[in-house]
């Protein structure tokens, strides 16, 4: 069983911060990529950031230059910093991750997802 359990959500102003970790846990032997992803109120869900094992990064065109991705290999931890938050990066954002587990079984899980709200 693996968890992938997010944090760092919240309201904030245009222009703003906020810091997202995503923590997994469980019967873990490796993770790959991991990313966040996020759905805005009647949009489909979209990439964002990922990251590999070896801190290879890859973002969307729309957040380049603000968001950045990090990632504690000993902590099973990813990290998204949103700097110059936007109205319209207003979304629940959802972390996944590659992991292979003790059975060398391989499989994508989903964190349940936090809300970003970025005021005017």
């Known amino acids: 069983q693996v968890q992938l359990v997010e944090s760092g959500g919240g309201l904030v102003q245009a222009g703003g911060s906020l810091r997202l970790s995503c923590a997994a846990s469980?019967?873990?032997?490796?993770?790959?990529?991991m990313g966040w992803y996020r759905q805005a109120p009647g949009k489909q869900r979209e990439l964002v950031a990922t990251i590999t094992s070896g801190g290879n990064t890859d973002y969307a065109d729309s957040v380049k230059g603000r968001f950045t991705i990090s990632r504690d290999n000993a902590k099973s931890t990813v990290y998204l910093q949103m700097n110059t938050l936007r109205p319209e990066d207003t979304a629940v954002y959802y972390c996944?991750?590659?992991?292979?587990?003790?059975?060398?079984?391989?499989?994508?899980?989903w964190g349940q997802g936090t809300q970003v709200t970025v005021s005017s």
């Open positions: 469980g019967t873990i032997l490796s993770i790959t990529r």
């Open positions: 996944n991750a590659g992991v292979t587990n003790y059975h060398l079984l391989r499989d994508v899980y």
